[in-house]
């Protein structure tokens, strides 16, 4: 089945560890992004790629790293600058001007 | 910088109301509208709306975009249980690259 896929579902951090969540997709789409929702609110962007080695900052991208190596693949690293890192994580990927399909989230939180 | 305010926050009804949902945009270079729903991870598509005045149908849902206002709107009629969810909209700049969302509005339907 094409989708996107999300790993782990859930993550626990610590304090000053960095930890990396995954975002593959086989729908052969282009684009990718990473989006942060905190309880009750919307989806802020994080960071986005257009195509492969090349990435850009979206709103709220301090304390947050990128890599977009493969054309399926888009890691987010969430580093020990990220001070309130506590949130569900959504990654999404689209081709073109069609709609963004989107993977089932990682809720990180910080112990 | 790009901006969608939706309203209202949130909303309860009960089961046969008809709602209405609120989208308002400032997009440097607007190109097409967007509502997803999301019931508790991953956010699914509605509807995409690029043309002012047209509205987009799939069964008791609806939607229709005013450029000149800037504003869009999502109808349910004959609401169900299974419309409780966070509805979300976001916004496509001209480019296609940067889909911006706004703060969803959480949708409560009791029997």
């Known amino acids: 089945d094409g989708g996107i896929t999300q790993s782990p579902k859930y993550l626990f951090r610590k304090e000053g560890q960095n930890v990396t969540l995954s975002c593959e997709q086989n729908l052969n789409h282009d684009a990718m992004y990473w989006y942060r929702q905190d309880p009750g609110q919307g989806l802020r962007l994080i960071y986005y790629s257009q195509i492969v080695n090349d990435f850009q900052k979206g709103d709220i991208a301090e304390g947050y790293s990128v890599s977009r190596e493969k054309k399926e693949s888009f890691p987010l690293t969430v580093t020990s600058a990220q001070k309130n890192p506590t949130a569900f994580y959504l990654c999404a990927s689209k081709q073109g001007l069609t709609e963004a399909f989107f993977g089932q989230g990682t809720r990180l939180t910080v112990v | 910088e790009d901006k969608v305010v939706q309203s209202p926050l949130s909303l309860v009804v009960h089961e046969g109301d008809t709602v209405t949902l609120n989208c308002s945009y400032e997009v440097t270079n607007f190109r097409s509208l967007l509502w997803y729903k999301q019931e508790k991870k991953a956010p699914t598509f509605l509807f995409m709306l690029t043309s002012s005045g047209i509205e987009k149908k799939s069964g008791r849902l609806s939607s229709i975009l005013d450029k000149k206002e800037l504003f869009s709107i999502l109808n349910i009629t004959a609401t169900q249980t299974g419309d409780s969810a966070i509805y979300l909209c976001?916004?496509?700049?001209?480019?296609?690259?940067?889909?911006?969302f706004g703060g969803g509005t959480r949708l409560m339907v009791k029997p």
């Open positions: 976001a916004v496509y700049n001209n480019a296609g690259n940067m889909l911006t």
